[in-house]
C-alpha cells in the first residue's frame, strides 16, 4: 500500500508540472506561430513546450534522488540492434497507410504535386533526413517522460490495459497546445485519442523489448516528419477535405487502429502486468 502512495504521488506530481507548464508555453508559441504577427522566439517556445515531459521527469528524478538510469535512456545496441530497423520500417509502414490510400480514394481532393519532380523530391528527402535528426530529439524530449518515467509507473499501478488507455488520453490532452480551439475542437481530440493508440501500442512494445526509449523516439519522429514531408509532395483541396472531412479521416483511421490493436494485443500476450496489490 505504500508503495502505491509513492506510485501515485509521482504520477500526480508529474502531471501536475508537466501538463499546465506545456499549455502554457505552447499556447503562447501558438499565438506567436500563427498570430496576426509571427514572433521570432516562437519556435523556441514550442520545443522547449515538447521538451517538457523529459524536464518534467529528470526534476523529479532529482528531486526523489533516483538514478536518472531508471528513465531507460541507454540503448543497447549489441543485444537490440534490430529493434532499431524495426522501429523505422514500423514508422513508414504507418504513415504510408495513413496517407497513401488517401491520394487514390479521394483523387479530387488530395493529389501529388505537379511540380514534384524528381529534383524537388530529392532535396525534399534531404530535408525530411534534416528535419528527422531534429525530430528525433524532439521525440526523445516526449518520450524520456511519457515511456521514460510516467508509464512504467501507470502501469505498477494500473496494469498494462490501464495504463495503455490512460497513457492515449493524457497525451492526446497534452496536445492540446497543438490543437485549434474551433468548433471541430472534440472531435481533433477524439482524432488525437485515435493516432496515439498506434504510437503508445507500438512505443510500449518498442521500450519493453529494448529496455530504451530511443526506438520509440525514432518511431516517433518518423511519424511527425514523414507526415509533414507528404506536404511537399501532395495538393490538398480544403473545401473538398471539409466536404468529407470525417469519410476521409476514417480511411486514414482504420489502418492506424488495426496496427495499434495487433500490438496491444501482442503486449497483453507477451508482457502483461497486473496491478499492483
Excluded at 35 to 45: D, I, Q, R
Amino acid at each position: 500500500m505504500k508503495h502505491n502512495g509513492k506510485e501515485k504521488k509521482q504520477i500526480f506530481l508529474f502531471l501536475v508540472i508537466c501538463l499546465p507548464v506545456t499549455w502554457l508555453l505552447g499556447w503562447i508559441a501558438y499565438d506567436g506561430l500563427f498570430g496576426e504577427e509571427v514572433l521570432p522566439w516562437a519556435n523556441t517556445l514550442h520545443v522547449l513546450a515538447c521538451f517538457m515531459p523529459a524536464l518534467t521527469a529528470i526534476f523529479l528524478s532529482l528531486v526523489t534522488k533516483e538514478s536518472l538510469w531508471n528513465l531507460q535512456f541507454m540503448p543497447k545496441l549489441q543485444k537490440n540492434g534490430l529493434i532499431y530497423v524495426v522501429a523505422i520500417v514500423l514508422g513508414i509502414l504507418v504513415v504510408g497507410l495513413e496517407m497513401v490510400p488517401t491520394i487514390y480514394i479521394f483523387p479530387k481532393m488530395a493529389s501529388f504535386h505537379p511540380e514534384a519532380t524528381a529534383e524537388v523530391m530529392f532535396y525534399t528527402i534531404l530535408a525530411v533526413i534534416s528535419t528527422a535528426c531534429i525530430q528525433f530529439f524532439v521525440g526523445m524530449g516526449e518520450e524520456l517522460g511519457w515511456m521514460g518515467y510516467l508509464y512504467p509507473r501507470m502501469e505498477k499501478l494500473f496494469g498494462l490495459t490501464g495504463a495503455v488507455l490512460l497513457s492515449i488520453v493524457i497525451r492526446a490532452g497534452w496536445h492540446l497546445m497543438m490543437t485549434p480551439w474551433d468548433e471541430y475542437l472534440g472531435y481533433n481530440m477524439v482524432m488525437r485519442c485515435v493516432m496515439h493508440i498506434v504510437l503508445v501500442c507500438v512505443g510500449v512494445w518498442l521500450t519493453k523489448k529494448s529496455g530504451s526509449v530511443v526506438p520509440v523516439s525514432v518511431f516517433h519522429c518518423l511519424l511527425n516528419g514523414l507526415t509533414a514531408a507528404f506536404s511537399g509532395f501532395m495538393v490538398v483541396d480544403n473545401s473538398l477535405y471539409e466536404a468529407n472531412r470525417y469519410v476521409v479521416d476514417l480511411v486514414q483511421m482504420v489502418p492506424i487502429v488495426l496496427i495499434g490493436v495487433v500490438f496491444f494485443v501482442v503486449l497483453k500476450r507477451k508482457f502483461d502486468m497486473k496491478p499492483l496489490s
